[in-house]
């Protein structure tokens, strides 16, 4: 579809699928007063029939179309029903249609100077039996002609017409395929576009998993026993063990302590385990070891048990962790992918959520899965991939569907389609035999049924005719509501007895 907007008018391209019921609902949802049909030479569906169901329609919805065709015989036709017609758009758009007469402004009256108007006073002379006779009837001639002209084509009237409608619904399945290059009305086919994005987001979830681990390092006194004569400084950081069959614990002393001189000599230091928890926690006379260059001058005991070391229980990354927070992410990306495909395309594009894939480029954790921590944060970097279709494709076809389900003798009324938008389409991707994906959808639409009136009958029925006798005569269409009739200039006593004079409006 192609159209453009000038002054009030809009340019609609006639494609060779186009039928009346797509025509009717291209021109119905234009904005502008008049529209310029383009057509190709060739057309399949282009008839006197459909050009006058297609003026009909203009002049019930108070619009006026124009043909554009390069068709000599097309433009005779248009002209033929009452549509102007013209062999360009150029050609359209340089004339004031729908009322293209033009008028040419009356030639300035010549006057008479007083000698020439006493020249033919002097050769007046008195007109002949036969002249006075002409003279009279070219003037009665004149007098009905006026008289035709206010009669005939003064006078003008509108006439307001609401037929009783009929709520039509229908549910239809549509498929959307990448390989269509056009829709197709018949088999329920539009087409499908990919359209894909770059995106990239972080997602945090807490960890879930749980643990024992040490906490808190065992602390206590031990015994040093001099082994020499002299005094032994004992500096903070050296190491002393318990150690029992396979299982060693170590200690450090600190602060710094001195031994006296003596062999035998005692002093008192205070120890810590090296490594957290309850294994800290030996018995008494358990730590028994020197280590480093004082194991040959010193004897160490703990005359008393060691305590302080115990377990707590801390949180843990798992991978259930991670699977859920990489979920999260990625449908986080989806939608961040769908709402930057939705700011970047036309207003006639719409996506379809439901075909989003999320392809990962690249993903990191800040954990591993056993280590401890509060939270896990992930980061991602991934294309989503979709298909998109257009609006008018998803409006023609529910107005297709709509026209099917419509009873005889009703049309389908322009005004009042009601389908939801694409968005809320029930879309599901399905691959073919030769593996190409295929976008099967169902469409809700409702819509209004009006009985079909022929304007052209009513104008006949009506012309002519007092306001209270044409109220009658239109009694008798199925009406939701009682007609109107407007006579321009106001209190004229009849409707105009030239049909063209007769507007009338058909409305929803």
């Known amino acids: 579809m192609g159209s453009e907007t000038e002054n009030q008018l809009d340019i609609l391209t006639v494609w060779p699928d186009d039928d009346w019921a797509s025509l009717r609902f291209r021109i119905a949802t234009s904005q502008a007063p008049r529209v310029i049909l383009e057509v190709p030479e060739r057309h399949p569906a282009m008839s006197p029939v459909l050009l006058r169901r297609l003026q009909h329609l203009a002049e019930g919805i108070g619009k006026a179309i124009a043909l554009v065709t390069p068709s000599s015989e097309w433009r005779r036709m248009a002209r033929e029903v009452g549509m102007p017609a013209f062999p360009s758009r150029e050609a359209a ?8 007469e033009e008028h040419e402004a009356p030639a300035a009256a010549i006057g008479l100077t007083p000698a020439m108007r006493t020249w033919a006073e002097g050769r007046r002379r008195p007109l002949p039996q036969w002249a006075s006779i002409l003279s009279l009837t070219i003037g009665g001639l004149g007098f009905l002609s006026v008289l035709f002209l206010v009669i005939f084509l003064f006078p003008s009237a509108e006439v307001i017409l609401k037929p009783q409608g009929r709520p039509v619904a229908i549910t239809e399945t549509l498929t959307a395929d990448p390989r269509l290059a056009a829709r197709d009305l018949r088999r329920g086919a539009i087409p499908a576009y990919p359209v894909a994005v770059i995106v990239e987001g972080q997602a945090e979830t807490q960890a879930t998993g749980r643990q024992e681990q ?29 150690a029992s069959g396979n299982v060693t614990v170590r200690f450090v002393i600190s602060p710094s302590v001195t031994v006296p001189a003596g062999f035998g000599a005692t002093a008192v230091a205070q120890v810590r385990a090296l ?16 280590e480093g260059p004082l194991a040959f001058a010193l004897r160490v005991s703990n005359p008393e048990p060691l305590s302080g070391g115990r377990l707590k229980i801390v949180p843990v990354v798992t991978a259930a962790d991670r699977d859920r927070v990489r979920e999260a992410l990625i ?28 392809e990962v480029l690249l993903e990191g954790y800040d954990r591993l899965v056993g280590e401890p921590a509060e939270t896990l944060r992930a980061e991602m ?35 009042g389609l009601i389908f939801k938008g694409c968005e809320d389409l029930e879309a599901v991707t399905e691959m073919d035999a030769e593996g190409n994906p295929r976008i099967r959808m169902t469409l809700r639409a409702q819509g209004n049924a009006i009985p079909r009136l022929s304007i052209a009958q009513i104008r006949r029925a009506l012309r002519g005719r007092t306001p209270d006798e044409a109220l009658r005569q239109l009694q008798a269409l199925p009406l939701a509501q009682p007609p109107e009739i407007r006579i321009q200039p106001s209190g004229w006593p009849w409707l105009p007895l030239l049909e063209s004079r007769i507007r009338v409006r058909i409305q929803p």
């Open 214 to 242: 040490p906490a808190d390092y065992a602390q206590g006194q031990v015994v040093l026993v001099n082994q020499t004569a002299r005094p032994v400084e004992v500096p903070a950081g050296t190491v002393v063990r318990a």
């Open 381 to 415: 970097r991934a294309r989503v991939l979709g298909y998109k279709v257009l609006r008018d494709d998803i409006g023609a076809m529910a107005l297709v569907a709509l026209s099917r389900q419509t009873p005889p003798g009703y049309e389908l009324a322009a005004e």
């Open 275 to 290: 490594e957290p928890g309850p294994v800290g926690n030996v018995g008494p006379n358990q730590i028994n070891l020197v």
């Open 331 to 358: 449908a986080q990306l989806r939608q961040q992918g769908y709402a930057q495909m939705l700011a970047g395309l036309g207003p006639q594009d719409c996506v379809l959520p439901q075909t989003l894939q999320v």
């Open 93 to 100: 758009l340089r004339a004031s249609w729908p009322d293209d």
